[in-house]
């Protein structure tokens, strides 16, 4: 018998287990009893947002098969369920009437789960704004403090005696980046005119969700998730260092460390002067906030090199492909020792009290033969980051829990369905779930049970 490089046991008896999804990437049902329109469902209407012209409208229809998909995470034995809330199926347009109808739905899905022994985590925001809210500018309109702050009331009055485990943004950076820098998720908006706005607000929005939580529910957990990478210069110039310090201040910086009372990295980042002509009276201490938690979401490094075309950060991202490197479908290299780094930069943070790695996983090009599903660089993926966040752990104690990015294959935003991230692999056509071999091995992983080689 082989010893195992990595068990359960190693991360202790209270660590916490999990697995991740979100709303749009799995509901389907984007216009049933009533929800309303969001950015995302406007965005894929639009020529050449998403790959092969997909859209969310159905794809793996949780909507409809949440008690099966439940009924899996208990038969994986995962004790906690990462999800997100739907704010158009909770409140059509953004602010005023709610739909009884989608709190009805979350009723039923966090029942489920508890009648099942699994502990629910909700994130209120992951990346489906209201449509009617878009309107109106969205996150770079600082209305959006309000409604967002509304938002956050209902959901959290509605399912309180329920839920204990929040988290109010889902990587911020991205969202903000990718939605309103450079045009490539929804909204689409592009440029720092929209960024910067866009920026400030989500940082005054983590403080905002977690008091909301906090004054209804004292006693809640409440965290906010961040995506974070290991950036590493690709040759040892100075003006790669440099380059490499800037891009980490843009990715790993810049929503923590206003909130932990650190300010934004303008020194690194000087474009972000501009960020002054949005900052109030007071936002300096209204952004400060002490997460019972923070979220960490890490899947690969970036390597970087000076770029005097790239305006405002000169610095590129040097694809792994081209590096030659092993990696997912996505074009990520996997990197596991990032994973560690990562959870050593956020340790040191004083402020951080306790960390959670809320999302990590691969997608590969797996192959459905004979109802099965060997796909063994998932299991290794994850392996191998396990065995590096348990080192981790044994220095940077603050790691508490660790949930697998994600249940089910789901619409991958941009990307569509060609990426396939689940320890469930989805037929789209006959909604046909099969567990992949990782979803056995992370079973396997959860109950401890020694493999025999
Ligand atoms: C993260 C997102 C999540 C999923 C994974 C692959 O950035 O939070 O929704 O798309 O990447």
Not at 438 to 446: C, D, E, M, R, T
Request: proline content about 4%.
């Amino acid at each position: 018998m082989l010893k195992k490089k990595v068990s359960k046991k190693d991360f202790g008896e209270d660590f916490i287990w999990g697995i991740a999804s979100s709303a749009l990437q799995s509901e389907g049902a984007h216009n049933r009893d009533g929800k309303g329109v969001s950015i995302w469902d406007e965005f894929v209407t639009q020529k050449n947002t998403v790959l092969n012209g997909d859209t969310h409208y159905e794809s793996a229809d949780f909507y409809t098969h949440y008690e099966r998909d439940i009924s899996l995470v208990q038969e994986m034995g995962i004790p906690n369920f990462r999800l997100s809330l739907s704010w158009t199926r909770i409140l059509p347009m953004g602010t005023g009437d709610v739909n009884e109808a989608g709190l009805d739905f979350y009723h039923k899905v966090i029942d489920c789960c508890l009648a099942k022994g699994i502990e629910p985590w909700i994130t209120l925001y992951h990346w489906d704004l209201p449509l009617e809210l878009e309107k109106q500018g969205g996150w770079t309109n600082r209305k959006i403090l309000e409604w967002f702050e509304n938002y956050v009331r209902v959901c959290v009055n509605a399912f309180k005696g329920k839920v204990k485990h929040w988290m109010i943004l889902n990587e911020p950076m991205v969202f903000t980046g990718a939605g309103y820098f450079l045009g490539i998720h929804a909204p689409g908006k592009k440029g720092f005119k929209n960024f910067i706005p866009a920026l400030h607000h989500a940082v005054l929005c983590q403080a905002i969700g977690f008091r909301t939580i906090k004054e209804i529910v004292p006693s809640a957990h409440v965290g906010t998730t961040y995506s974070c990478s290991y950036v590493t210069p690709y040759s040892n110039t100075l003006k790669d260092f440099k380059a490499a310090e800037r891009v980490d201040a843009l990715l790993n910086r810049l929503f923590i460390e206003p909130s932990l009372g650190l300010g934004y990295p303008i020194e690194d980042l000087p474009f972000l002067r501009k960020i002054k002509n949005y900052i109030e009276p007071g936002d300096t201490q209204l952004m400060q906030v002490e997460f019972d938690f923070i979220g960490i979401q890490n899947y690969t490094r970036e390597v970087v090199a000076f770029c005097v075309f790239t305006p405002y950060i000169n610095a590129k991202l040097i694809p792994a492909d081209r590096r030659k490197v092993f990696h997912t479908l996505m074009d990520w290299e996997v990197y596991p020792e990032a994973i560690y780094e990562m959870i050593s930069k956020f340790s040191k943070y004083k402020g951080v009290k306790k960390i959670i790695i809320t999302e990590n996983g691969a997608s590969f090009p797996d192959e459905l033969k004979d109802g099965i599903i060997a796909d063994q660089h998932r299991i290794n993926y994850l392996e191998s980051y396990l065995e590096q966040s348990k080192l981790a752990k044994s220095i940077y104690p603050k790691l508490k829990g660790y949930f697998v990015w994600s249940l089910t294959d789901n619409f991958e935003w941009a990307e569509g369905y060609k990426q396939r991230f689940g320890l469930i692999h989805i037929d789209y056509t006959s909604q046909q779930r099969t567990v992949k071999n990782s979803g056995w091995w992370y079973k396997a992983f959860l109950g401890e049970q020694e493999e025999i080689e």
